[in-house]
């Protein structure tokens, strides 16, 4: 009886070490930077752009830039910046900003930063205007197959370009 309650309090324990783990894992999965290896995310453009006013994509500034899980997001101007810092999860696009077509299908393929949606309050994008008129047709659905295959992609997988 000891050892069955010393065992459930040590799983009391870790269970909180293990959620924490498996968190921390799941924002260390690839960001889509380009082919030219400048690390440079989403294309340059200021993801809090699109969600501001008429949701248009605004090029941003190297001299505003912030690096996030191993990709530099360049911004407008500081405060544009500063609002990113404050919470990153809310402007960077969903699936490391790759293809949300392409990752609904199980693959990694590049995010145009210009074939983008705005879906309860997330950035996708996708790999062109093409792919995006598809992926429009069916967003919930493609959205909910690009989860499940986001959950498994390895945190060093790469688009093969």
Request: with cysteine; proline share 5%.
């Amino acid at each position: 009886m000891k050892n069955q309650i010393l065992f459930a309090l040590l799983a009391v324990a870790i269970a909180p070490l293990s959620l924490a783990a498996a968190a921390a894992d799941a924002e260390a999965k690839p960001v889509y930077v380009g082919v030219d290896g400048d690390n440079i995310a989403v294309g340059g453009y200021d993801t809090t752009s699109y969600f501001d006013g008429e949701g248009v994509p605004v090029k941003g500034d190297a001299a505003f830039a912030v690096e996030h899980d191993g990709a530099v997001y360049h911004f407008a101007d500081a405060a544009r910046a500063a609002r990113f810092q404050a919470n990153p999860d809310a402007f960077v696009p969903r699936y490391g900003g790759h293809c949300a077509w392409a990752m609904s299908r199980g693959y990694l393929a590049p995010g145009d930063p210009l074939a983008y949606a705005i879906v309860d309050g997330k950035l996708y994008l996708n790999f062109n205007a093409e792919v995006k008129a598809k992926w429009d047709k069916d967003r919930a659905g493609f959205i909910a197959a690009a989860e499940k295959n986001w959950a498994v992609v390895p945190d060093d997988a790469k688009f093969g370009g």
